[in-house]
């Protein structure tokens, strides 16, 4: 066995050791709008942010579920982030990432244009 491997046993034994058995729980529904169909969801300090391609929209809600506001006319918004004040926004059927920022919407620059980008992770 050579001692890349050997150290790299040792330290994952160690690591998982000392980690506690994590569970996940139910913590509480959040009813979303009627016909609202969710693909992804961007957390925004206290609020969140879902894409909903087959609506062709983002909706931003808070922990109750209340809308706080909306983009529509998004050609097929995918998987989304935040970042930094900003929501990163994959439009499918444009070839096309967004961002929006204080309102206002700008593509992101790139060195080549993406096809049906689908996700991303800021």
Request: aromatic content about 10%; glycine content about 4%; hydrophobic content about 45%.
């Amino acid at each position: 066995m050579s001692r890349f491997v050997m150290i790299l046993l040792l330290s994952l034994m160690l690591f998982s050791c000392n980690e506690e058995n994590k569970k996940w729980s139910f913590e509480k529904k959040i009813e979303l709008p009627a016909k609202a169909r969710p693909l992804a969801i961007a957390k925004t300090g206290n609020d969140l942010w879902f894409s909903d391609p087959d609506h062709y929209r983002l909706i931003k809600i808070d922990a109750a579920g209340r809308v706080l506001d909306s983009i529509v006319d998004i050609q097929r918004p995918m998987n989304i982030d935040f970042n930094n004040g900003k929501l990163y926004v994959p439009e499918f059927l444009t070839d096309t990432i967004w961002i929006f920022e204080d309102g206002g919407k700008s593509p992101l620059s790139l060195n080549a244009k993406p096809a049906a980008p689908a996700g991303l992770n800021v």
